[in-house]
């Protein structure tokens, strides 16, 4: 049986669990996902708190990290989403994707529309990448992918 979160504190709680064992066993978030036989983006996003896993996927999961039958069910069960604790972030590296889209908002919006017509990106049809490339002016460039289906508004 499918069953939803009310309140995000118990899957807090779990994430934090989680983290927790992952760092001790010196685990990495791929080699979790690959447990998982999921994407490293979503597997990471579920471990967060953020999706449910499938039932082989979060008994995977749990196992690799040493959490127990509760926590398996408990991976398992549909999640409040977007349920940061701030509205506006306090942690460096997620304040700058706040920024991001606080500069280029709006500038993605009249894109999309421009070239899509009036609707919205799904963050459900949704594949999330992040990789890692050498700059050419010295140092390293981070290569964030985000891969949504376009869902047009329909009149009613």
């Known amino acids: ?22 760092t001790l066993k010196d685990l990495s978030w791929q080699q979790i996902a690959d447990a998982s036989g999921l994407s490293v983006a979503f597997t990471t996003a579920a471990v967060l708190g953020q999706h449910p896993l499938p039932e082989e996927s979060a008994k995977a999961v749990a196992d690799l990290l040493g959490l127990d039958d ?24 997620m304040y700058r994707f706040y920024e991001m889209l606080q500069v280029y908002g709006t500038t993605l919006k009249a894109l999309v529309h421009e070239q899509f017509g009036d609707g919205i990106i799904s963050a459900i049809n949704f594949r999330l990448d992040v990789k890692k490339v050498a700059d050419p002016e010295g140092g390293e460039r981070a290569v964030i992918t985000l891969d949504g289906k376009y869902l047009p508004t329909k009149p009613f």
């Open 1 to 22: 049986m499918v069953h939803a979160q009310l309140d995000p504190t118990a899957r807090e709680a779990l994430a934090a669990k989680a983290v927790e064992a992952k």
């Open 70 to 93: 509760d926590a398996a069910v408990l991976l398992q069960t549909i999640p409040v989403r977007g349920s940061m604790p701030n509205r506006i972030p306090t942690d460096p590296t």
